[in-house]
């Protein structure tokens, strides 16, 4: 049984530690901006064309798992703040597999998410100025934030800080304007009225699991404000803040979002999917150079996903390796930084660039599939962990209980139920099983791993 007293060290391997250089203006965006991710402006496109109007439904549900989640980790993070986040907490509550299985299964997802990111951002760029190359691009971006995450933590911290910033001033402009012309009061546009919404469930229950399970990935990366706590001034306060206010965020930036979206622009239009859900309703509205601006927040989006994701991959490997789950070399750290982490997780997420290049149709696409439900995995270490440590922190450290997850443990019992849930229908869909059993593969690989190493530490 693992130990109630298992705690993340704060010192790297070289009896360095981590700096505390974040502020907490720095979290408090990080956790606004971090719910406005690439998913949204770019991934949302394709579950409004399946789902239609029910779309909005579709995020509500998923927005409510989304908050099960993240409540159940803030209490943990608040609890014990770490640069591990979830992937500590699973050690502490599971035992050392659990957490080798979380966080490295984590950390090649985000570590493929910079090398899509990057792609995605560069296809942008390209666009604008035609016969530049992709890969140029793509290698511009990742020596950009590379250097940026070696230099030190309040580089992030800014960089995060005003990315955050232009996404949420963005969007809320967004949404005023849309809500304006919904009203028949924007100067120069008629009330779309309720006409595209007559038509709710288009493709019937089939469309709205499709939109389900796009909305379900749309909400990765909020975690990594649980990961950047650790590194603040003040982690406890900072992790209760974030999670405090996920409610009002999530309903009105996804959820408001869609709902405005589909009531001005049919959710049959091309141009949903061709040019992206927000740039299509900006168009819809006839503001001049409207649609072109949405394109440079969704650079943005793109460029803070990479920042935050280079980010996060390197402080969970930092953290493994700290407890003994990853090769030494990793754990090094320099100026408060763990730079070889850093160097290592942007090599692995440039290499998945040159793969989608080199061998998109069989290895690359198998990396995306095997990627495909990690955020699944890593939400069920979370409320098992959670449903463990609650009883244990009532227990032994009361006090520790500064956020609280509501109704426990009935609430806890039905977000794993609704994770359940999207596993079935993961299952059910042709595009998404295979993501299912690639995923289900690599999580099987590691906890086998895992379980050896802690087996073979145990006999020490």
Known sequence: MPSSTTQETPTGTDGVSLSHGLKQRHLSMIALGGVIGAGLFVGSGAGIAAAGPSIVVAYALSGLLVMLVMRMLGEMSAAYPSSGSFSAHAERAIGPWAGFTAGWSFWVLLCTAVGLEGIGAAKIVSGWLPGTPEWAWVALFMVVFCGTNLAAVKNFGEFEFWFAALKVAAITLFLVLGVLAILGVLPGTDSPGTGNLTDFLPNGGEGLVIGLL????????????TIAAAESENPVQGVASAVRTAMWRIALFYVG?????????????????????YVAALDELGIPGAGQLMNVVVLVALLSAMNANIYGASRIAYSLVERGQGPKGLGRVSGGVPRTAVL??????????LLSYWRPNDVFAWLLNMIGAVILVVWIFIAVSQLRLRRRMEREAPGKLVVRMWAFPWLTWLALAGMAAVFVLMAREPDTRVQLYSTGGMTLALAAVGYAWQKARARR
């Open 344 to 353: 290592a997780s942007c090599v692995f997420g440039f290499l998945c660039v």
């Open 214 to 225: 796009a909305s379900v990935f749309a909400y990765g990366g909020l975690e990594t404000v």
């Open 257 to 277: 979002s869609m709902a405005v979206i589909v009531t001005l622009v049919p959710w049959d239009s091309e141009e949903v999917v061709e040019k992206g859900p």
